[in-house]
């Protein structure tokens, strides 16, 4: 099952409380006070671990639970502090705060008319990348802290201080060069196993991909780039219709978004409205993700109808780069890797 967004419940380790002790040992009498501090708490910790793809840990136990430090202990001992938890997530981990006490309350928020606040506070990206979600309690101090020349005999200490707590929003935005973005069956997923070593499902109805699949396209000299296969979109996606936010989170980090359309129209689509339906879907979701570069990979070029429909694509978008493949026969993959590889060097370098 794949899982790539989350709310979860932190909360830090409380800091155990100081100790009230006194010190009796034989041949010395009115020892004084010896209590011990309170240990702390643990920390609630987020980690990036490349070998994690996915946040469906966290479906089966939405809770992120440090220990609480113990008690301060006589002879002035103090208490163990409490072991962090940590938390390990996918690199592309976008984490939010929510003003939510519990899950619970998060869910009932999001499905009444006032929604939930999210603050976003990290984007965990790379390997190892950190952020403490819930400072821990501290310690308590012993009566020993207390002892004066005027009070030999204190009764005071100090409560440990409760550790922090909060209800957070975990988003994946699966890491890629290129996107491939286009409608159900536009050929998407054909392409990338043909680009790539990925094994994504290929299937002739809609929504054959349920999730982004990532592949990795070898240029030769060492040179690689990832390219993601996005569930498809459909008209409506920006209001979260069809698989909606499922596909459009996927390619806020593309450094290109490959439009890939059926240009033969073999469904009984026409290319020219695909593409307009694509680019509006993708400005009403961010507009600052409309203005990312993009190319048109021209497929299914094999099919009847596919060259008219071609000539008439580039009367209507002159300026547009259009790549003219078959994804199914392997034509005109050459030229789309020579694109792949310059435009994702260009990207990287900038």
């Known amino acids: 099952m794949f899982i790539d967004h989350i709310r979860i ?3 830090a380790g409380d800091g155990g409380d100081g100790a009230v002790s006194w010190r009796r040992e034989k ?17 609630v910790i987020l980690v990036v671990d490349n070998s994690v793809d996915t946040l ?14 113990k008690p301060g202990g006589k002879h002035k001992k103090t208490g163990k502090g409490g072991k962090n938890k940590i938390g ?13 006490a519990t899950v619970n309350e998060a869910v009932e928020y999001e499905r009444s008319d006032e929604g939930i606040d999210l603050d976003p506070i ?4 790379e390997e190892g990348d ?8 501290v310690g308590g101090e012993g009566n020993f802290k207390f ?3 005027t009070n030999q005999t204190p009764m005071e200490f100090t409560l440990g201080t409760p550790g922090e707590q909060g209800v957070f929003y975990l988003e994946l935005r699966r890491i890629a060069d290129a996107g491939l973005v286009g409608f159900p069956n536009a050929g998407k997923s054909t392409l990338l196993g043909k680009l790539s070593h990925a094994k994504p499902k290929v299937g002739s109805y809609p929504f054959t991909t349920l999730q982004p699949m990532i592949g990795v396209v070898e240029f030769g000299g060492f040179r690689r780039c990832t390219v993601a296969d996005i569930p498809g979109l459909i008209e409506g996606a920006h209001e979260n219709r069809g698989l909606g936010h499922e596909f459009l989170r996927h390619i806020t980090r593309c450094r290109v978004l490959l439009f890939v359309l059926d240009m033969a129209g073999s469904e009984g689509r026409d290319p020219i409205s695909d593409l307009e339906i694509l680019r509006k879907e993708i400005k009403e979701y961010d507009e600052d993700l409309a203005k990312f570069p993009w190319k048109v990979i021209a497929n299914k070029m094999d099919l009847e109808g596919a060259a008219e429909n ?3 694509f580039k009367s209507r978008f002159p300026k547009v780069e259009v790549i003219a493949i078959s994804a199914d026969k392997g034509d005109g993959l050459d030229d789309l890797k020579m694109m792949l590889d310059s435009e994702v060097s260009q990207r990287a370098k900038k």
Do not use: M, S
């Open 9 to 11: 419940l932190a909360k």
């Open 27 to 43: 041949f010395v009498p009115r020892g004084g006070p010896d209590g011990g501090d309170g240990g702390n708490g643990g920390k």
């Open 56 to 69: 469906r840990q966290y479906h089966y136990d939405p809770k992120l639970i440090a220990e609480d430090g």
């Open 88 to 100: 390990k997530v996918p690199p592309g981990t976008v984490v939010y705060r929510t003003n939510a």
């Open 122 to 125: 990290a984007d965990l990206v």
């Open 130 to 137: 950190t952020i403490v979600l819930c400072e821990n309690g």
């Open 147 to 149: 002892r004066t020349a």
């Open 310 to 312: 071609l000539e008439t």
